[in-house]
């Protein structure tokens, strides 16, 4: 059983900063890819930040230059560092990883129960 757990949401001033974590647990063969997803009221869930292996990372344009997305394989740990947000950057952020449970099975996606992330004055 694969569990993903967020933490680090919270109510921020435009401006400001926020960590998110998520820990990977239960049984984990292998892990491709983790990756921050986002969801506002009315839309669709989108793509944050994504990263293969340590070094490969992909970003939405709009959060280039503010947001890094960081990866611990030994912890099974993604970090997502937000800095400069603004209030179109409010929604629920789901972490997200391809993993492989066991050597039998195929990667496939696992996501967290999603984290609050509000920026407003």
């Known amino acids: 059983q694969v569990q993903l757990v967020e933490s680090g949401g919270g109510l921020v001033q435009p401006g400001g900063s926020l960590r998110l974590s998520c820990a990977a647990s239960g049984s984990i063969f292998g892990i491709k890819t983790m990756g921050w997803y986002r969801q506002a009221p009315g839309k669709e869930r989108e793509l944050v930040a994504t990263?293969?292996?340590?070094?490969?990372?992909n970003y939405a344009d709009s959060v280039k230059g503010r947001f890094t997305i960081s990866r611990d394989d030994v912890k099974n740990t993604c970090d997502l560092q937000m800095n400069s947000l603004k209030p179109e950057d409010t929604a629920v952020y789901y972490c997200?990883?391809?993993?492989?449970?066991?050597?039998?099975?195929?990667?496939?996606?696992?996501w967290g129960q999603g984290t609050q992330v509000t920026v407003s004055s």
């Open positions: 997200n990883a391809i993993l492989q449970a066991t050597f039998r099975d195929f990667f496939r996606h696992y």
């Open positions: 990263i293969a292996g340590l070094s490969f990372t």
